[in-house]
């Protein structure tokens, strides 16, 4: 059974199950992001816990196909590099795991912030909309949108 399992999983089939799984997460924090489903659910270690479930399982199996992992430092040699490590499947989906668990806890945590200054739900959409497709521009229009409700600017709150 658990060959079957292991089987199941390859790297595309862990792409479209990482792409799937994260979506009833982002429509919980998009459409409901003051219920309880969202505090405990999705805001909440568990889909930080299901995404690093997978991430391992990425290393293990790369790991198994003799992954050269000291490789991976040579992203820091320049852009060419970086170009040259994408082309590798594992390194791939372990990147693509790894961004798409940043921006859902920073979707979460722009949840979080934003019920500390009671702010309407339907400001939130856009930027979690943009934060979920490109994470930095949207977490740049939730602190614009923030500025007026926390009537200040500060820099390292």
């Known amino acids: 059974m658990i060959e079957e399992i292991y089987n199941y999983f390859s790297l595309e089939m862990l792409y479209y199950w990482v792409n799937l799984g994260v979506l009833p997460f982002w429509l919980i924090l ?87 200054f009671s702010m309407n739900k339907i400001l939130l959409i856009l930027p979690l909309i943009i934060t979920y497709l490109i994470g930095p521009i949207g977490l740049f229009f939730y602190w614009l949108i923030r500025i007026f409700y926390a009537k200040n600017i500060n820099l390292y709150d």
Do not use: A
């Open 30 to 116: 998009i459409f409901f992001p003051n219920s309880n489903i969202s505090r405990y659910f999705v805001t909440s270690i568990f889909p930080i816990l299901i995404l690093s479930g997978s991430y391992i399982f990425v290393l293990y199996k790369s790991y198994l196909n003799s992954y050269d992992f000291i490789n991976n430092f040579s992203l820091y040699l320049g852009i060419n590099y970086l170009s040259d490590l994408f082309t590798n499947k594992s390194y791939l989906m372990m990147f693509w795991i790894h961004f798409v668990s940043i921006n859902l806890f920073v979707g979460g945590w722009i949840v979080k912030d934003s019920q500390k």
